[in-house]
Each structure stands twice: as C-alpha cells, then as structure tokens.
C-alpha cells in the first residue's frame, strides 16, 4: 500500500523558515516527478514547487527564490524548504506523486496530474 507521510510543518514568524519532509512508502519516488502543493482557508489548492526525474524543478511565481524543493533517493524522501516566509504562505502543504514524468519536460503543475497525495502538513506564518 502506498503511503506519503508529510511532517515539519509548524508556526512560525513571518522571515522565518520551514523544512518540510514527506516519506514515501510502497512508492518509489526515484524516477517520477514529485510535488508540494498547499491549500489555504477558502482557496483552491494550488501547486508550490515540483521536479522531475532528472532533477529539474519549477517553482509557482510566489515562491521563486524563496522555496527549494529536494529529493534524497536514498531516503526515499521529498523536502521543500522554505525560508523568507510570509503570512501568505500559511497553508496545508502536501505532498503528492504525478501520474507521469519526464526527464526533458518540466514536472507538472496541475492538480489533476497528481494521483498520490499526503495528508498535510500545516504551515502557518504570523506577522
């Protein structure tokens, strides 16, 4: 059975950093293109940062130069670090596995591309 476990969320002040982890069992995330999303109250979910197989990422406008997302084989793990946070980053974060991937291609950025998600992890950001 496939599980994805997400965990460093917290409260922090705005300027602040996270890390963000997610470990993935029964699912190998070497080779596939992985994502971190977030929902915020009343929002729709939305994509954060991804990468794909080759290590290639893409990042959502709003977190450029801010956020970093990671994979360690070995671990079998995803992280997103964030630093320079902001009250607008308060959100669940999520981790989630896409339904393709590619080596020359950007990772995809759309909900409907991922079919494996975490649970969450909540983030939020005080001024």
């Known amino acids: 059975q496939v599980h994805m476990v997400e965990s460093g969320g917290g409260s922090v002040q705005a300027g602040g950093s996270l890390r963000l982890s997610c470990a993935a069992s029964g699912y190998t995330l070497n080779g596939n293109c992985m994502g971190w999303f977030r929902q915020a109250p009343g929002k729709e979910r939305e994509g954060v940062a991804g990468i794909n197989s080759a290590d290639i990422t893409r990042y959502a406008d709003s977190v450029k130069g801010r956020f970093v997302i990671s994979r360690d084989n070995a671990e079998n793990a995803l992280y997103l670090q964030m630093n320079s946070l902001k009250p607008e980053d308060t959100a669940m974060y999520y981790c989630?596995?896409?339904?393709?991937?590619?080596?020359?291609?950007?990772?995809?950025?759309?909900?409907?591309?991922?079919?494996?998600w975490g649970q969450g992890t909540q983030v939020t950001v005080s001024s």
């Open positions: 989630a596995a896409a339904r393709w991937c590619s080596g020359i291609r950007d990772p995809p950025f759309s909900v409907s591309e991922y079919v494996i």
